[in-house]
């Protein structure tokens, strides 16, 4: 399980949204469950296979960090 503090809670929900189409993507082996309380997006991963769930840890990560940066600097890349 993995959370991620936002400032404003518009922030976890924007990022919730964004997260939503890869998590749906993946289902099957690795279970990705997103939760938003206030300003705080909880991830939680469940698998039987150790590998996958690495796999499926390392990919989400890169794109919880591109929707990080996203989410906290709007606007078109400089």
């Known amino acids: 399980k993995l959370t991620v503090l936002f400032r404003p809670p518009l922030e976890a929900h924007m990022a919730h949204r964004a997260l939503i189409p890869d998590a ?3 289902q099957g082996v690795v279970r990705e469950e997103h939760r938003v309380n206030g300003s705080a997006l909880a991830i939680r991963w ?14 989400s990560h890169d794109q919880l960090s591109l929707v990080i940066q996203n989410v906290q600097r709007p606007g078109p890349p400089p």
């Open 46 to 59: 469940t698998a039987e296979d150790l590998v996958l769930f690495r796999i499926s840890i390392s990919s």
């Open 24 to 26: 749906q993507r993946d």
